[in-house]
């Protein structure tokens, strides 16, 4: 398929999604190599872990837009969003793949002017990075000619705008905690294998995380329930799998606002 038969919104979700894999590639190479720490974890661990979210993100957009009527696919909007959403996410890969190579953290780092005004912009950048889901959750049900069944349109909708504003939510909260522990960490303190989430003390990361991929995960639910169920049927199942994972996610949230970290066997 050409870019001009994806549309310019599909083509530059697609192109956004090929350059955060190859991050991906270039930050695994690294990680075999570099054996240096922050915080007791992988200098390379934050840019393979944003890469891999990144890279779902953009390919998520990418199939929504593939389903829209043909006005929304080659028209400006889109694009626009489109290419924000891109930008931002480069911007961001780029300035946490040179901060693990300097061995420095690119998130709650103030130690200088510099760093300060990056954290500012990268805060930013998050935001355009989740609203463009949300723009296209909104366009996607709100399409009339697009191709899409009744239970996925509520899917979409349900899942990417209400998994952008639970996002942000916690990314928020994060944020202006300057951390993501509730409670002291103590040092060599148990983690959660890759992700990193504290075993010891509250993690909102965990949150943070159930939020960020309800764009994906009430889309997927959607799809299969259109596929198997009758229309009033899967149209309630995907009410019932988004408010019961919106209230998972508040009920992590919660969690580690107490203090109290994920069960060990988790």
């Not at 929504?64 to 889109?78: C, Q, S, Y």
Request: glycine share 8%; proline share 4%; aromatic share 8%.
């Amino acid at each position: 398929m050409t870019a001009g038969r994806l549309g310019l919104a599909e083509a530059i979700f697609w192109t956004a999604t090929l350059v955060m894999v190859l991050m991906l590639a270039l930050a695994l190479v690294f990680w075999t190599i570099d054996k240096r720490l922050i915080n007791e974890v992988s200098v390379w661990a934050k840019p393979m872990k944003f890469a891999i979210s990144l890279a779902v993100h953009m390919a998520t957009l990418a199939l929504v837009v593939a389903l829209l009527g043909e006005g929304w696919r080659t028209g400006t909007l889109l694009a626009v969003v489109a290419a924000a959403c891109a930008f931002a996410s480069l911007g961001e890969m780029i300035y946490i793949i040179i901060q693990a190579a300097r061995q420095q953290a690119s998130h709650f780092n103030l130690a200088t002017p510099f760093t300060r005004a990056m954290y500012t912009a990268m805060a930013s950048g998050a935001v355009v990075i989740t609203l463009s889901a949300a723009v296209v959750g909104i366009v996607a049900y709100a399409d009339a000619d697009a191709r899409i069944a009744p239970a996925l349109r509520l899917a979409l909708l349900l899942g990417l705008v209400g998994g952008a504003v639970l996002t942000l939510v916690t990314a928020f909260t994060i944020g202006s905690r300057l951390s993501p522990h509730v409670g002291v960490h103590p040092p060599g303190g148990a983690r959660m294998a890759f992700t990193g989430w504290s075993l010891m003390v509250g993690d909102l990361r965990v949150s943070h995380f159930l939020a960020t991929h309800m764009i994906q995960a009430l889309p997927l639910f959607g799809l299969v329930a259109a596929r198997s169920l009758p229309p009033a049927a899967a149209m309630a199942a995907v009410w019932i799998a988004a408010i019961g994972w919106t209230g998972i996610v508040l009920a992590s949230y919660q969690q580690a606002l107490a203090g109290r970290p994920l069960p060990r066997l988790f």
